[in-house]
Protein backbone atom coordinates (compact mmCIF):
# COMPACT_ATOMS: atom_id res chain seq x y z
CA UNK A 1 0.00 0.00 0.00
CA UNK A 2 1.40 3.30 -0.86
CA UNK A 3 1.12 6.70 1.07
CA UNK A 4 1.29 10.26 1.10
CA UNK A 5 1.43 13.16 4.05
CA UNK A 6 -1.56 15.63 3.48
CA UNK A 7 -2.49 18.51 4.71
CA UNK A 8 -6.36 19.18 5.52
CA UNK A 9 -6.70 22.67 7.60
CA UNK A 10 -4.82 21.56 11.13
CA UNK A 11 -4.89 18.24 10.63
CA UNK A 12 -2.01 15.79 9.41
CA UNK A 13 -3.29 12.78 7.75
CA UNK A 14 -2.26 9.98 5.40
CA UNK A 15 -3.98 9.93 1.79
CA UNK A 16 -3.60 6.43 1.55
CA UNK A 17 -4.68 4.81 -1.47
CA UNK A 18 -3.62 1.18 -2.80
CA UNK A 19 -1.48 1.11 -6.03
CA UNK A 20 -3.29 0.01 -8.75
CA UNK A 21 -2.27 -1.19 -11.94
CA UNK A 22 -3.74 1.13 -14.73
CA UNK A 23 -3.64 0.07 -18.33
CA UNK A 24 -3.10 1.47 -20.98
CA UNK A 25 -5.10 3.94 -23.00
CA UNK A 26 -4.89 5.44 -26.26
CA UNK A 27 -5.74 8.87 -26.20
CA UNK A 28 -6.21 11.51 -29.15
CA UNK A 29 -5.38 15.38 -28.27
CA UNK A 30 -8.27 16.27 -30.67
CA UNK A 31 -10.53 18.16 -28.23
CA UNK A 32 -12.83 15.22 -29.31
CA UNK A 33 -13.41 13.48 -25.47
CA UNK A 34 -14.82 10.19 -25.89
CA UNK A 35 -11.62 7.99 -25.94
CA UNK A 36 -11.80 9.56 -21.74
CA UNK A 37 -14.86 7.41 -21.25
CA UNK A 38 -13.11 4.36 -19.83
CA UNK A 39 -10.66 6.04 -17.91
CA UNK A 40 -11.57 6.38 -14.45
CA UNK A 41 -12.78 9.51 -13.10
CA UNK A 42 -12.42 11.54 -10.01
CA UNK A 43 -14.04 14.63 -8.80
CA UNK A 44 -13.90 17.74 -7.10
CA UNK A 45 -16.08 19.72 -5.35
CA UNK A 46 -17.72 22.82 -7.18
CA UNK A 47 -17.23 26.61 -6.00
CA UNK A 48 -14.34 25.97 -3.81
CA UNK A 49 -12.05 28.19 -5.53
CA UNK A 50 -9.76 29.79 -3.33
CA UNK A 51 -6.93 32.38 -3.12
CA UNK A 52 -3.22 31.80 -3.97
CA UNK A 53 -1.59 34.30 -1.25
CA UNK A 54 -1.42 31.36 2.00
CA UNK A 55 1.37 29.21 1.87
CA UNK A 56 1.62 28.17 5.53
CA UNK A 57 0.66 24.52 6.01
CA UNK A 58 -2.22 24.76 8.43
CA UNK A 59 -3.82 28.36 6.33
CA UNK A 60 -7.10 28.27 5.36
CA UNK A 61 -7.41 29.63 1.83
CA UNK A 62 -9.50 32.54 1.29
CA UNK A 63 -12.48 31.72 -1.08
CA UNK A 64 -12.37 33.34 -4.20
CA UNK A 65 -15.10 33.66 -7.03
CA UNK A 66 -13.63 32.71 -9.99
CA UNK A 67 -15.72 30.03 -12.35
CA UNK A 68 -12.57 29.49 -14.94
CA UNK A 69 -10.73 27.97 -12.19
CA UNK A 70 -13.31 25.62 -10.75
CA UNK A 71 -11.75 22.52 -10.90
CA UNK A 72 -15.18 19.63 -11.28
CA UNK A 73 -13.49 16.39 -12.47
CA UNK A 74 -10.20 15.22 -13.19
CA UNK A 75 -8.45 11.79 -14.84
CA UNK A 76 -5.15 10.48 -15.43
CA UNK A 77 -4.09 7.87 -18.57
CA UNK A 78 -0.91 6.34 -20.18
CA UNK A 79 -0.02 4.47 -22.59
CA UNK A 80 4.03 3.36 -23.70
CA UNK A 81 4.97 6.61 -24.11
CA UNK A 82 2.80 9.07 -23.08
CA UNK A 83 0.97 10.55 -19.94
CA UNK A 84 -2.29 12.26 -20.53
CA UNK A 85 -4.06 14.65 -18.22
CA UNK A 86 -7.71 15.70 -18.47
CA UNK A 87 -9.66 18.41 -16.70
CA UNK A 88 -13.05 19.91 -16.32
CA UNK A 89 -14.06 22.70 -14.78
CA UNK A 90 -17.27 25.06 -14.58
CA UNK A 91 -15.73 27.89 -16.43
CA UNK A 92 -13.81 28.12 -19.22
CA UNK A 93 -10.19 26.80 -19.92
CA UNK A 94 -7.44 28.46 -20.29
CA UNK A 95 -9.81 31.88 -20.81
CA UNK A 96 -7.54 34.96 -20.16
CA UNK A 97 -8.07 38.87 -20.57
CA UNK A 98 -6.03 40.43 -23.49
CA UNK A 99 -3.85 43.13 -22.70
CA UNK A 100 -6.24 45.51 -25.28
CA UNK A 101 -8.64 45.22 -22.47
CA UNK A 102 -6.21 45.68 -19.84
CA UNK A 103 -3.55 44.04 -18.09
CA UNK A 104 -2.93 40.82 -20.31
CA UNK A 105 -3.86 37.85 -18.09
CA UNK A 106 -2.92 34.28 -17.21
CA UNK A 107 -4.39 30.81 -16.64
CA UNK A 108 -2.53 27.99 -16.00
CA UNK A 109 -3.70 24.03 -16.49
CA UNK A 110 -0.97 22.27 -14.07
CA UNK A 111 -0.27 18.33 -13.17
CA UNK A 112 2.30 18.18 -10.18
CA UNK A 113 4.08 14.20 -10.13
CA UNK A 114 5.82 12.89 -7.58
CA UNK A 115 8.37 10.68 -10.00
CA UNK A 116 9.48 8.74 -7.09
CA UNK A 117 7.22 7.93 -4.97
CA UNK A 118 9.03 9.63 -2.12
CA UNK A 119 7.70 12.20 0.06
CA UNK A 120 10.83 13.36 0.94
CA UNK A 121 12.22 14.87 -2.41
CA UNK A 122 10.04 18.06 -3.79
CA UNK A 123 8.03 20.02 -2.37
CA UNK A 124 4.33 20.67 -0.20
CA UNK A 125 1.41 22.01 -2.92
CA UNK A 126 0.76 24.71 0.03
CA UNK A 127 4.29 26.53 -0.83
CA UNK A 128 2.60 27.62 -4.15
CA UNK A 129 -0.51 28.43 -2.43
CA UNK A 130 -2.52 25.08 -3.43
CA UNK A 131 -4.56 23.29 -1.47
CA UNK A 132 -5.41 20.50 -0.13
CA UNK A 133 -1.57 20.27 0.15
CA UNK A 134 0.09 17.08 0.26
CA UNK A 135 4.03 16.52 0.06
CA UNK A 136 6.80 14.69 -2.47
CA UNK A 137 6.27 16.26 -5.78
CA UNK A 138 9.28 16.79 -7.98
CA UNK A 139 8.51 17.37 -11.38
CA UNK A 140 5.29 19.10 -13.47
CA UNK A 141 3.47 18.62 -16.90
CA UNK A 142 2.08 21.95 -16.98
CA UNK A 143 0.39 24.48 -20.01
CA UNK A 144 0.21 28.90 -19.98
CA UNK A 145 -2.46 30.34 -21.49
CA UNK A 146 -1.50 33.76 -21.76
CA UNK A 147 -2.84 37.37 -23.08
CA UNK A 148 -5.94 35.09 -24.59
CA UNK A 149 -3.93 32.46 -26.27
CA UNK A 150 -1.80 29.11 -25.78
CA UNK A 151 1.87 30.13 -24.65
CA UNK A 152 3.63 27.46 -23.78
CA UNK A 153 3.62 23.77 -22.56
CA UNK A 154 6.58 23.07 -20.25
CA UNK A 155 8.23 20.45 -17.81
CA UNK A 156 8.96 22.01 -14.58
CA UNK A 157 12.14 20.01 -12.54
CA UNK A 158 11.32 21.44 -8.30
CA UNK A 159 14.19 19.69 -6.70
CA UNK A 160 16.21 22.85 -6.16
CA UNK A 161 16.36 24.35 -2.54
CA UNK A 162 18.70 28.02 -3.63
CA UNK A 163 19.68 29.57 -6.30
CA UNK A 164 22.66 27.12 -6.02
CA UNK A 165 21.01 23.73 -6.42
CA UNK A 166 18.75 25.57 -9.59
CA UNK A 167 21.94 26.77 -11.58
CA UNK A 168 23.42 23.41 -11.27
CA UNK A 169 20.35 21.67 -12.41
CA UNK A 170 20.35 24.18 -15.24
CA UNK A 171 23.66 22.53 -16.30
CA UNK A 172 22.86 18.57 -15.08
CA UNK A 173 19.92 19.12 -17.60
CA UNK A 174 21.72 20.28 -20.81
CA UNK A 175 23.21 17.15 -20.36
CA UNK A 176 19.51 15.43 -20.34
CA UNK A 177 20.29 14.28 -16.75
CA UNK A 178 17.63 15.65 -13.54
CA UNK A 179 18.23 14.88 -10.20
CA UNK A 180 15.42 14.68 -8.00
CA UNK A 181 16.41 15.82 -4.98
CA UNK A 182 14.64 17.55 -1.90
CA UNK A 183 13.00 21.45 -3.00
CA UNK A 184 10.87 24.07 -2.58
CA UNK A 185 8.21 25.58 -4.93
CA UNK A 186 9.87 28.39 -5.11
CA UNK A 187 13.20 27.43 -7.24
CA UNK A 188 12.86 25.37 -10.35
CA UNK A 189 13.68 24.86 -13.57
CA UNK A 190 11.60 25.31 -16.31
CA UNK A 191 11.69 24.12 -19.92
CA UNK A 192 10.21 23.37 -23.36
CA UNK A 193 10.79 20.47 -25.67
CA UNK A 194 11.52 19.52 -29.25
CA UNK A 195 11.63 16.14 -30.57
CA UNK A 196 14.19 17.74 -33.33
CA UNK A 197 16.38 20.96 -33.10
CA UNK A 198 14.72 24.25 -34.36
CA UNK A 199 17.46 26.62 -34.27
CA UNK A 200 15.62 28.52 -31.69
CA UNK A 201 18.04 31.41 -29.46
CA UNK A 202 19.40 29.46 -26.52
CA UNK A 203 17.76 26.47 -27.61
CA UNK A 204 20.25 23.07 -25.66
CA UNK A 205 20.38 20.28 -28.27
CA UNK A 206 20.84 17.17 -25.92
CA UNK A 207 22.59 14.31 -26.22
CA UNK A 208 20.10 11.98 -27.72
CA UNK A 209 19.31 14.29 -30.35
CA UNK A 210 16.51 16.50 -29.24
CA UNK A 211 16.39 20.12 -27.52
CA UNK A 212 14.88 22.24 -24.70
CA UNK A 213 14.77 25.74 -24.62
CA UNK A 214 14.75 26.84 -21.08
CA UNK A 215 11.34 29.17 -20.74
CA UNK A 216 9.75 31.56 -17.86
CA UNK A 217 6.34 32.89 -17.10
CA UNK A 218 4.69 35.05 -20.06
CA UNK A 219 7.88 34.58 -22.10
CA UNK A 220 7.72 33.75 -26.13
CA UNK A 221 5.47 31.34 -27.02
CA UNK A 222 7.66 28.08 -27.56
CA UNK A 223 5.25 25.19 -28.58
CA UNK A 224 6.54 21.65 -28.05
CA UNK A 225 5.79 18.19 -27.12
CA UNK A 226 3.40 19.43 -24.59
CA UNK A 227 0.01 19.87 -26.27
CA UNK A 228 -3.26 20.57 -25.36
CA UNK A 229 -6.69 21.00 -27.21
CA UNK A 230 -10.26 22.58 -25.14
CA UNK A 231 -13.43 21.20 -26.07
CA UNK A 232 -15.60 24.04 -28.22
CA UNK A 233 -17.43 25.38 -25.14
CA UNK A 234 -14.08 25.33 -23.30
CA UNK A 235 -15.19 23.70 -20.41
CA UNK A 236 -13.12 20.30 -20.80
CA UNK A 237 -9.34 20.16 -22.21
CA UNK A 238 -6.39 16.90 -22.45
CA UNK A 239 -3.27 17.46 -22.21
CA UNK A 240 -0.30 15.16 -23.26
CA UNK A 241 3.30 14.97 -21.65
CA UNK A 242 5.67 12.49 -23.75
CA UNK A 243 7.40 10.02 -21.04
CA UNK A 244 10.77 11.72 -22.32
CA UNK A 245 10.45 15.12 -21.82
CA UNK A 246 10.89 14.50 -17.90
CA UNK A 247 14.35 13.02 -19.12
CA UNK A 248 16.35 10.61 -17.07
CA UNK A 249 19.04 10.22 -14.12
CA UNK A 250 22.33 10.14 -14.10
CA UNK A 251 22.49 6.08 -14.60
CA UNK A 252 20.48 7.07 -17.73
CA UNK A 253 17.14 5.44 -16.50
CA UNK A 254 13.98 7.31 -17.52
CA UNK A 255 12.10 9.27 -14.65
CA UNK A 256 8.91 8.54 -16.06
CA UNK A 257 8.25 4.83 -17.96
CA UNK A 258 5.80 1.76 -17.97
CA UNK A 259 6.10 0.37 -14.45
CA UNK A 260 6.88 3.38 -12.71
CA UNK A 261 4.51 4.41 -9.56
CA UNK A 262 3.54 7.98 -9.14
CA UNK A 263 1.56 10.08 -7.51
CA UNK A 264 -0.34 12.90 -9.31
CA UNK A 265 -2.40 16.43 -8.37
CA UNK A 266 -4.27 18.37 -10.42
CA UNK A 267 -4.83 22.35 -10.62
CA UNK A 268 -6.05 24.97 -12.24
CA UNK A 269 -5.15 28.40 -11.41
CA UNK A 270 -5.47 32.42 -13.33
CA UNK A 271 -4.81 35.79 -12.85
CA UNK A 272 -7.69 37.95 -11.20
CA UNK A 273 -8.29 39.97 -14.44
CA UNK A 274 -11.84 38.32 -14.68
CA UNK A 275 -12.14 37.28 -11.20
CA UNK A 276 -14.22 38.97 -8.16
CA UNK A 277 -11.88 41.20 -6.65
CA UNK A 278 -8.84 41.31 -9.25
CA UNK A 279 -7.47 38.46 -6.95
CA UNK A 280 -5.60 35.45 -7.95
CA UNK A 281 -7.46 32.05 -7.33
CA UNK A 282 -6.44 28.44 -8.19
CA UNK A 283 -8.21 24.67 -7.39
CA UNK A 284 -6.41 21.54 -6.55
CA UNK A 285 -8.28 18.14 -6.19
CA UNK A 286 -7.17 15.26 -4.36
CA UNK A 287 -4.23 13.50 -5.08
CA UNK A 288 -4.29 10.07 -7.19
CA UNK A 289 -1.76 8.27 -5.02
CA UNK A 290 0.33 4.92 -6.34
CA UNK A 291 -0.89 5.02 -9.76
CA UNK A 292 1.34 2.22 -11.46
CA UNK A 293 1.48 2.92 -15.10
CA UNK A 294 0.37 -0.65 -16.32
CA UNK A 295 2.30 -1.91 -19.24
CA UNK A 296 -0.13 -4.09 -20.98
CA UNK A 297 -3.93 -3.13 -22.57
CA UNK A 298 -5.96 -4.60 -19.99
CA UNK A 299 -9.92 -4.84 -20.18
CA UNK A 300 -11.70 -4.26 -16.57
CA UNK A 301 -14.40 -5.96 -16.06
CA UNK A 302 -17.31 -4.02 -14.69
CA UNK A 303 -21.01 -5.40 -14.04
CA UNK A 304 -23.84 -3.08 -12.81
CA UNK A 305 -26.29 -3.17 -11.19
CA UNK A 306 -24.90 -6.71 -8.49
CA UNK A 307 -28.21 -6.99 -7.26
CA UNK A 308 -31.67 -7.45 -9.09
CA UNK A 309 -34.89 -7.29 -7.27
CA UNK A 310 -37.50 -9.46 -9.58
CA UNK A 311 -41.19 -9.59 -8.91
CA UNK A 312 -43.06 -13.28 -7.84
CA UNK A 313 -44.55 -13.73 -11.32
CA UNK A 314 -43.05 -15.11 -14.08
CA UNK A 315 -41.16 -12.99 -16.75
CA UNK A 316 -37.84 -11.24 -18.80
CA UNK A 317 -35.81 -8.63 -17.74
CA UNK A 318 -32.80 -7.10 -19.52
CA UNK A 319 -31.36 -5.78 -16.04
CA UNK A 320 -27.63 -6.29 -15.86
CA UNK A 321 -24.87 -4.41 -17.89
CA UNK A 322 -21.67 -5.28 -18.59
CA UNK A 323 -19.00 -2.75 -19.47
CA UNK A 324 -15.13 -2.92 -20.14
CA UNK A 325 -13.84 -0.37 -18.12
CA UNK A 326 -10.43 -1.04 -19.65
CA UNK A 327 -8.78 -1.04 -22.88
CA UNK A 328 -8.17 -4.31 -23.81
CA UNK A 329 -10.75 -7.06 -25.21
CA UNK A 330 -13.27 -8.34 -22.71
CA UNK A 331 -14.50 -11.62 -23.75
CA UNK A 332 -17.32 -12.58 -21.22
CA UNK A 333 -19.88 -15.05 -19.80
CA UNK A 334 -22.33 -15.29 -17.50
CA UNK A 335 -24.16 -18.74 -15.79
CA UNK A 336 -26.05 -19.17 -12.96
CA UNK A 337 -24.30 -20.69 -10.26
CA UNK A 338 -27.98 -20.71 -7.57
CA UNK A 339 -31.08 -20.67 -8.50
CA UNK A 340 -31.07 -22.78 -12.04
CA UNK A 341 -34.16 -24.31 -11.26
CA UNK A 342 -36.31 -21.06 -11.55
CA UNK A 343 -34.12 -18.60 -13.47
CA UNK A 344 -31.77 -18.79 -17.06
CA UNK A 345 -29.78 -15.79 -18.74
CA UNK A 346 -29.09 -14.99 -22.14
CA UNK A 347 -26.54 -14.64 -23.88
CA UNK A 348 -24.18 -16.70 -22.01
CA UNK A 349 -20.95 -15.54 -23.86
CA UNK A 350 -20.08 -12.38 -25.49
CA UNK A 351 -17.71 -9.99 -27.01
CA UNK A 352 -17.38 -6.43 -25.41
CA UNK A 353 -20.09 -4.52 -23.92
CA UNK A 354 -23.69 -6.07 -23.73
CA UNK A 355 -27.02 -6.74 -21.67
CA UNK A 356 -27.95 -9.39 -19.54
CA UNK A 357 -31.46 -10.80 -19.85
CA UNK A 358 -33.12 -12.67 -17.20
CA UNK A 359 -35.65 -15.20 -17.61
CA UNK A 360 -37.55 -16.13 -14.57
CA UNK A 361 -40.64 -18.88 -13.40
CA UNK A 362 -42.96 -17.35 -10.89
CA UNK A 363 -42.21 -17.97 -7.09
CA UNK A 364 -45.37 -19.95 -5.87
CA UNK A 365 -43.71 -19.98 -2.40
CA UNK A 366 -44.70 -17.02 0.05
CA UNK A 367 -41.13 -16.77 1.00
CA UNK A 368 -38.51 -14.69 -1.18
CA UNK A 369 -35.96 -16.94 -3.36
CA UNK A 370 -32.27 -16.20 -3.95
CA UNK A 371 -30.44 -16.70 -7.15
CA UNK A 372 -26.87 -15.68 -8.12
CA UNK A 373 -25.49 -14.94 -11.30
CA UNK A 374 -21.45 -15.30 -11.71
CA UNK A 375 -20.12 -13.12 -15.36
CA UNK A 376 -16.85 -14.15 -15.89
CA UNK A 377 -13.76 -12.52 -17.86
CA UNK A 378 -10.62 -14.53 -17.20
CA UNK A 379 -8.43 -12.07 -18.95
CA UNK A 380 -9.81 -8.94 -16.94
CA UNK A 381 -9.23 -6.94 -14.42
CA UNK A 382 -11.62 -7.13 -11.16
CA UNK A 383 -13.67 -11.07 -12.78
CA UNK A 384 -15.49 -12.39 -11.48
CA UNK A 385 -18.54 -10.48 -10.64
CA UNK A 386 -20.88 -12.17 -8.61
CA UNK A 387 -24.60 -10.92 -8.77
CA UNK A 388 -27.45 -11.89 -6.62
CA UNK A 389 -30.69 -12.26 -7.64
CA UNK A 390 -34.06 -11.63 -5.38
CA UNK A 391 -37.22 -12.87 -6.10
CA UNK A 392 -40.41 -12.12 -4.45
CA UNK A 393 -42.59 -14.75 -2.76
CA UNK A 394 -46.31 -15.04 -3.51
CA UNK A 395 -48.05 -11.92 -1.30
CA UNK A 396 -51.66 -12.06 -2.00
CA UNK A 397 -54.51 -14.97 -1.72
CA UNK A 398 -58.03 -15.42 -2.96
CA UNK A 399 -61.58 -14.94 -2.02
CA UNK A 400 -64.40 -17.57 -2.46
CA UNK A 401 -67.82 -16.63 -1.25
CA UNK A 402 -71.38 -18.63 -1.45
CA UNK A 403 -74.37 -16.98 -1.08
CA UNK A 404 -77.40 -19.40 0.24
CA UNK A 405 -80.33 -19.95 -0.23
CA UNK A 406 -81.12 -20.36 -3.91
CA UNK A 407 -83.86 -17.92 -3.45
CA UNK A 408 -81.54 -15.22 -2.50
CA UNK A 409 -79.22 -15.59 -5.69
CA UNK A 410 -82.05 -15.87 -7.58
CA UNK A 411 -83.50 -12.28 -5.79
CA UNK A 412 -80.45 -10.65 -6.68
CA UNK A 413 -78.24 -11.45 -3.72
CA UNK A 414 -74.37 -10.40 -4.37
CA UNK A 415 -71.12 -9.80 -2.50
CA UNK A 416 -68.10 -7.24 -2.99
CA UNK A 417 -64.79 -7.18 -0.97
CA UNK A 418 -63.21 -3.65 -0.06
CA UNK A 419 -65.71 -1.88 -1.35
CA UNK A 420 -65.01 -3.01 -4.81
CA UNK A 421 -67.73 -4.44 -7.68
CA UNK A 422 -70.75 -6.74 -6.78
CA UNK A 423 -70.58 -10.40 -7.74
CA UNK A 424 -72.18 -13.21 -7.56
CA UNK A 425 -72.28 -16.32 -5.33
CA UNK A 426 -69.34 -18.65 -6.27
CA UNK A 427 -67.33 -16.09 -7.78
CA UNK A 428 -63.29 -16.08 -7.13
CA UNK A 429 -61.47 -13.01 -6.58
CA UNK A 430 -57.33 -12.88 -6.66
CA UNK A 431 -54.77 -10.92 -6.10
CA UNK A 432 -55.96 -9.73 -2.87
CA UNK A 433 -53.33 -8.62 -0.45
CA UNK A 434 -52.02 -10.63 2.66
CA UNK A 435 -54.26 -9.34 5.75
CA UNK A 436 -57.29 -8.47 6.57
CA UNK A 437 -60.60 -7.77 4.10
CA UNK A 438 -64.23 -6.73 4.46
CA UNK A 439 -66.86 -8.56 2.81
CA UNK A 440 -70.10 -6.88 2.48
CA UNK A 441 -73.57 -7.95 1.14
CA UNK A 442 -75.92 -6.76 -0.98
CA UNK A 443 -79.38 -6.24 -0.15
CA UNK A 444 -82.55 -7.43 -2.05
CA UNK A 445 -86.30 -7.02 -2.71
CA UNK A 446 -88.83 -8.79 -0.64
CA UNK A 447 -89.95 -12.21 -1.65
CA UNK A 448 -93.51 -11.40 -2.86
CA UNK A 449 -96.15 -13.90 -1.36
CA UNK A 450 -100.00 -14.94 -1.38
CA UNK A 451 -102.59 -16.43 0.95
CA UNK A 452 -106.35 -16.46 1.90
CA UNK A 453 -105.75 -12.76 2.82
CA UNK A 454 -104.42 -11.75 -0.20
CA UNK A 455 -100.69 -10.92 -1.85
CA UNK A 456 -97.88 -10.07 0.62
CA UNK A 457 -94.12 -9.44 1.21
CA UNK A 458 -91.99 -11.05 3.31
CA UNK A 459 -88.51 -8.83 3.39
CA UNK A 460 -84.96 -10.79 3.41
CA UNK A 461 -82.45 -10.49 6.12
CA UNK A 462 -79.45 -9.37 4.81
CA UNK A 463 -76.02 -11.02 6.28
CA UNK A 464 -73.75 -8.98 8.42
CA UNK A 465 -70.55 -7.74 7.06
CA UNK A 466 -67.88 -9.74 7.54
CA UNK A 467 -63.96 -9.39 8.13
CA UNK A 468 -61.99 -12.15 6.39
CA UNK A 469 -58.59 -12.83 6.95
CA UNK A 470 -56.19 -13.85 3.49
CA UNK A 471 -53.27 -16.02 3.55
CA UNK A 472 -50.30 -16.20 0.90
CA UNK A 473 -50.86 -18.56 -1.71
CA UNK A 474 -54.49 -19.74 -0.09
CA UNK A 475 -57.80 -19.50 -1.20
CA UNK A 476 -60.35 -18.56 1.67
CA UNK A 477 -63.85 -20.20 1.45
CA UNK A 478 -66.96 -18.60 3.54
CA UNK A 479 -70.84 -19.11 2.82
CA UNK A 480 -73.65 -16.17 4.24
CA UNK A 481 -76.91 -17.35 4.04
CA UNK A 482 -79.99 -14.52 3.38
CA UNK A 483 -83.11 -15.13 5.58
CA UNK A 484 -86.54 -14.71 4.93
CA UNK A 485 -88.69 -12.71 7.65
CA UNK A 486 -91.47 -15.54 9.07
CA UNK A 487 -93.14 -16.22 12.21
CA UNK A 488 -90.86 -18.90 12.85
CA UNK A 489 -87.40 -17.38 12.37
CA UNK A 490 -89.42 -13.87 14.17
CA UNK A 491 -89.69 -16.07 17.54
CA UNK A 492 -86.45 -17.46 16.83
CA UNK A 493 -85.01 -13.91 16.88
CA UNK A 494 -84.50 -12.88 13.88
CA UNK A 495 -85.66 -9.25 13.39
CA UNK A 496 -88.53 -7.66 12.02
CA UNK A 497 -91.32 -7.65 14.35
CA UNK A 498 -93.57 -5.50 11.82
CA UNK A 499 -94.79 -8.54 9.76
CA UNK A 500 -97.28 -10.10 7.84
CA UNK A 501 -96.42 -13.45 10.35
CA UNK A 502 -97.25 -11.42 13.59
CA UNK A 503 -101.05 -10.82 11.52
CA UNK A 504 -101.08 -13.95 10.50
CA UNK A 505 -100.84 -15.56 14.12
CA UNK A 506 -103.16 -12.66 15.47
CA UNK A 507 -105.99 -14.04 13.24
CA UNK A 508 -105.61 -17.53 13.81
CA UNK A 509 -105.74 -17.05 17.54
CA UNK A 510 -108.92 -14.98 17.20
CA UNK A 511 -110.69 -17.95 15.08
CA UNK A 512 -109.71 -20.52 17.69
CA UNK A 513 -111.43 -18.76 20.40
CA UNK A 514 -114.90 -17.51 18.54
CA UNK A 515 -115.47 -21.21 16.94
CA UNK A 516 -116.56 -23.14 20.90
CA UNK A 517 -118.53 -20.33 21.65
CA UNK A 518 -120.90 -20.86 18.78
CA UNK A 519 -121.01 -24.68 19.83
CA UNK A 520 -122.47 -23.82 23.02
CA UNK A 521 -124.88 -21.29 21.99
CA UNK A 522 -126.49 -23.85 19.73
CA UNK A 523 -126.30 -26.15 22.24
CA UNK A 524 -129.02 -24.55 24.74
CA UNK A 525 -131.60 -23.25 22.38
CA UNK A 526 -131.80 -27.52 21.20
CA UNK A 527 -131.78 -28.03 24.83
Same mark, same amino acid.
Given at each position: ???????????????????????????????????????P??????????????S???????????????L??????????N??????A?G? /??R??????G?????Y? /????? +?????S?????????????????D?????????????????????C?????????????????????????? *??T?????????????E?????????? *?????G??YQ??????L???G???????P? @????A??????????G?????S???E???E????D? #??????D?????????E?????????????????A????????????????? #????V????????????????????????????????R?G????????????????????A???????? +????P?????A?????????? *?R??????????????????????????????????T? *? /???????????????????S??? +??T????????????????V????????????PRR? @??A??I??
Amino acid at each position: MYAKVCMFGLVAAMCAAYAFAEPIHRITIDGSFDDWADVPSHVDAADNTHDTDHSGPDDTPVYIQHEDVDLLEFKLAHDESNLYAYFRATGV /IGRTQTADAGRAGRYYV /IVTID +VDNDDSTGYWLHEGGYYPTSAGYDMNMEVEFYDGAFNTGRYLNHGCLDEAERDAAYVDQANGIVNVRPGTYD *WYTQWVMFDVPTGLPEEIVLPNGASIV *WVWDRGPVYQGIIRIELSPDGHEAEMVAPF @RGFMADADGNPFMALGKTIDVSFSLEASGELAVGDS #WASNTGDPIVGYYLGSEEVAVLSVDPTHVELGQAAGTSSAITVRNDGSGLLD #WSAVVIMGNDWLSVFPTEQAGNGTIALTYAANAMSSARTGKIRVSAPAAVGSPVDVTVTQAGIRTGSLH +VAIEPENARNAGAQWRVDGGD *WRNSDATVSGLDVGEHLVEFKDISPEESSDCFGPYETP *W /ITPGSRIVNIAAGQTAAITSVYY +VLTPKASAAGIPGSNSRGDVLLIASVASALLVPRRR @RTASAIHG
